[in-house]
């Protein structure tokens, strides 16, 4: 197990400290950013590269940004995680990985006899995810540095400047491109001989992910986590034929802008 060095240590109490004394005092800076209490990681220390132990996790991480930071020590107050419950020795394919949360929430919940397989097409994330996945010793998450599309082949790739906002888009002939692979594909690839959950978190994309995971759908029925974007109508048409109902839903942006949806197998 490995352990927050002191000097980190150190750094933390004093972000701490340095925030309940501005807080009691009512001196905070005009930094919106830090008048909100989840961003004591970023004064007057930061906390990029630093080992951190997410309680909420129950794992280490080495954040390279803020937004990293944010996400793994705060995800269950942004998104249903609760939601995500795979039990020892099932298949969960995670795409859109992203640094981590889900992959190795899931690594958790599978155990030794179970597999994640997590989705990663950008370079600098997928090595955050390496990094997070070595620090807690996992060794049942393989990680695929692709993204998920209706079919496989290059797909077009639009960076943002907040790295879990990253996207893939349907026209690959473009300077930025990444290589994409249909669900289907990968299932037979790798040989895998169930899929009992899918997630996916891949800005706007889900459609197109869920086209090249039809025979996937057929088969194998996986339970269906999906974070939404705008696309709550359109996924849910696309999965009715296929035998599946929305069993919860939630959104955090009106009317049915941004949300998420998990759906099974009826």
């Known amino acids: 197990m490995r352990a927050q060095d002191r000097i980190t240590q150190a750094k933390i109490a004093c972000n701490l400290a340095t925030y ?4 009691s005092t009512r001196l905070l800076p005009h930094d919106k950013r830090l008048q909100n209490s989840r961003h004591w990681y970023r004064f007057p220390f930061s906390l990029r590269d630093k080992v951190l132990w997410s309680p909420a996790l129950k794992a280490w991480f080495r954040p390279a940004d803020e937004s990293a930071t944010e996400c793994m020590l705060k995800m269950p107050a942004y998104e249903p995680t609760g939601w995500v419950e795979p039990k020892p020795g099932e298949v969960f394919v995670d795409v859109g990985a ?4 889900y992959s190795i929430a899931a690594s958790q919940g599978v155990g030794p006899a179970g597999q994640v397989i997590a989705l990663e097409p950008d370079a600098a994330n997928r090595r955050q995810l390496q990094d997070n996945l070595a620090l807690n010793c996992i060794s049942n998450v393989s990680l ?6 209706s079919k496989s082949g290059r797909v077009g790739w639009q960076a943002s400047d907040v ?22 594909d990968l299932v037979r690839q790798m040989q895998l001989p169930r899929v009992d959950w899918i997630k996916m978190d891949i800005e706007g994309g889900e459609v197109a992910a869920l086209e090249g995971a039809s025979s996937t759908l057929q088969r194998f ?5 999906i974070e939404l974007h705008e696309t709550f109508a359109a996924v849910s048409k696309f999965l009715r034929p296929y035998g599946y109902s929305t069993t919860r839903v939630e959104f955090d942006l009106e009317p049915e802008k941004h949300g998420w949806l998990l759906a099974c197998h009826q």
């Open 98 to 101: 992203y640094i981590g949360w």
């Open 144 to 149: 695929v540095p692709s993204a998920a599309w």
């Open 20 to 23: 309940a004394l501005l807080s």
């Open 221 to 225: 029925h996986p339970t269906l986590f």
């Open 163 to 184: 790295p879990v906002w990253h996207a893939a888009s349907g026209n690959g002939d473009g300077a930025a491109s990444v290589e994409a692979v249909a669900i289907d």
